[in-house]
């Protein structure tokens, strides 16, 4: 039997267990506050001017906003339960309960987005506001769907070719594709139903028909009160990446802003990492353990010289997300005209959707005053954004007229009382087919390298409800090896 090492043989191991963060935002943050937990010395490395990655806030207007994430999904409780840690509990709020509509219907028309559902796909296709949407055309082609052999199904592995063969072009096209390239920046042919709406072939196989599979994972929700599925914070997400800040910072991280990571070395059984200092030379920082924390391309480059079979460059670039926010002095948007937002046809805006804040939130309604706030973005996987190689005013211009389009009102330049442009790059969506056994593969080569490891999206799946708890998992292995191995 090995003996276990002393409660004060391993405070004084964590003390002395050097670990670097590479990357500020939320999977980096979280990461490090748990090394910190354990009074390990932490430092934290982000390369730009602010924490928070994708999570980033900025003025517009004169009001404080949120220009990335707006909000977490409850899916599983983790965020949930790290903002009530941090004390945030009591500004977490709902959106409106509006719902968004989607746009890009023949004609030019557009309707709200149907009720229930599962990605797009109806329960019922004669529901009056899924008629709506598809026609009665399209109503009764999907209605062939509980006719067809339920033997012809087998266990589809794209959700396009799923829905396009048993309920044809019109639901595919104006419900799911519009959700899939809203949530996921994605084709519903390039999504993984196992993945993207778990449950739903087994359903399918149960029930012989894609809508009965689907009124079948809908049915346990229909008795409940409707809870939301992602709530927001009063004062914005960015109120969150502060609160963590505050807390490494008072757990003695060290946190580096403005320190672009540009090199990784071994050192023994440590590393070396080589970051920018005053004087442009290159500094070096050991650590006897480092995370990486970034986005999925800069991860490879840092990564592939020690993990064996990682390609230093993604095989598949993800989406470039470009999100324009607008504040608008047009009172023709005080009865909200299309809800909290806008979904589009593929193919009919050059824009991918809207968020019309000032509709969905409360707390963005009153820091506007008179004002409204609409978020527009461009760009999906892909397809380029149609802002790229615009300058800020023709992209303003551009969104002010697709936010027009989009949301059935004339918007002209003289309401336009301020703007804001930010770009994303994110990786392809963990429901991209096959991609989740390549990203098993990934994070077994990356766990086989002593005193290294990964957190972040490109591993764990967009959004806040994968990364949190991936991180805290992550981080919790290589603290764990540092002390005990
Ligand atoms: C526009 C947009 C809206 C979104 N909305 C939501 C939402 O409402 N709800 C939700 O749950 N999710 C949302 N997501 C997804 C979610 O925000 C992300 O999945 C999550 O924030 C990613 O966190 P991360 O830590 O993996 O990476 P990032 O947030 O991308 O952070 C990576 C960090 O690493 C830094 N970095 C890069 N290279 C280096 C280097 N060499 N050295 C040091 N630092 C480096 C970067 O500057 C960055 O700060 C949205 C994403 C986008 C793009």
Redesign the pocket.
């Known amino acids: 039997m090995t003996d276990l090492p002393g409660v004060g043989d391993l405070h004084d191991k964590a003390v002395s267990t050097r670990v670097v963060v ?8 979280i990461a490090a506050r748990e090394f910190a937990k354990l009074g390990m010395t932490v430092t934290l ?4 001017s ?6 980033r806030g900025g003025v517009v207007d004169g009001i404080a906003l949120d220009l ?6 409850t899916r599983g409780g983790h ?1 949930r339960a790290l903002v009530d840690e941090l004390g945030l509990g009591s500004a977490v709020v709902a959106p409106a309960p509006g719902g968004a509509w989607v746009a890009g219907l023949p004609g030019g028309k557009a309707a709200p987005l149907p009720k229930g559902g599962v990605l797009g796909i109806p329960a019922n296709p004669f529901a009056e506001d899924v008629v709506r949407v598809i026609g009665w055309g399209g109503a009764w082609r999907a209605y062939l769907d509980r006719l067809r052999p339920p033997l012809t199904i087998g266990r589809a592995t794209s959700l396009g070719k799923l829905v396009r063969s048993r309920l044809g072009s019109a639901v595919l096209d104006r419900l799911v594709a519009p959700v899939t390239s809203g949530v996921y920046s994605a084709r519903p042919d390039d999504i993984d139903p196992d993945i993207a709406a778990p449950g739903l072939n087994a359903a399918l196989t149960r029930t012989g028909s894609l809508t009965g599979a689907v009124a079948e994972l809908a049915a346990p929700r229909a008795g409940k009160k409707p809870g939301s599925a ?1 709530l927001g914070i009063d004062g914005g ?1 960015v109120r969150l990446v502060d609160a963590l800040e505050e807390a490494l910072v008072a757990a003695g991280v060290d946190v580096r802003l403005s ?4 090199a990784l070395e071994r050192d023994g059984s440590g590393w070396i990492l080589s970051v920018p200092s005053s004087d442009g030379e290159p500094a070096v920082i050991e650590a006897d353990a480092v995370i990486i ?3 999925e391309a ?2 490879r480059r ?1 990564l592939a010289p020690h993990v064996e079979g990682l390609d230093a460059e993604p095989a598949v670039p993800g989406p470039v ?1 470009h ?1 324009v926010t607008l504040v608008l002095a047009a009172p023709t948007l005080d009865d909200a005209p299309r809800g909290t937002g806008v979904l589009t046809v593929p193919g009919s805006f050059r824009a991918k959707a809207l968020t019309h804040a000032t509709a969905k939130w409360e707390w963005v309604r009153e820091a506007a005053g008179a004002r409204h706030v609409v978020r527009v ?1 461009f760009g999906a996987q892909g397809e380029a954004p149609v802002t790229d190689g615009l300058t800020d005013d023709e992209i303003a211009a551009l969104a002010l007229e697709e936010a027009s389009r989009l949301l059935g009102v004339p918007l002209t330049g003289d309401q336009l009382t301020g703007f804001a442009i ?1 770009r ?1 790059t ?1 990786s392809q969506p963990a429901a991209t087919i096959g991609l989740r056994e390549k990203t098993a593969r990934t994070r077994d080569a990356i766990r086989s390298v002593p005193a290294l490891g990964a ?4 591993l ?8 949190v708890p991936d ?1 805290v998992a992550e981080a919790d292995r290589l603290r764990r090896a540092a002390l005990f191995r």
Do not use: D, K, R
């Open positions: 590479v990357g500020g935002g939320i999977g980096g943050l490395l982000e390369a730009s602010t924490l928070g990655g994708a999570i990335g994430a707006e909000s977490f999904a965020v992602v997400m320190t672009p990571v540009s924390a970034t986005e800069a991860a840092l997300v999100i973005s930010e994303f994110q957190v972040g999206a490109w764990a799946g967009t959004g806040l409800a994968q990364v991180a």
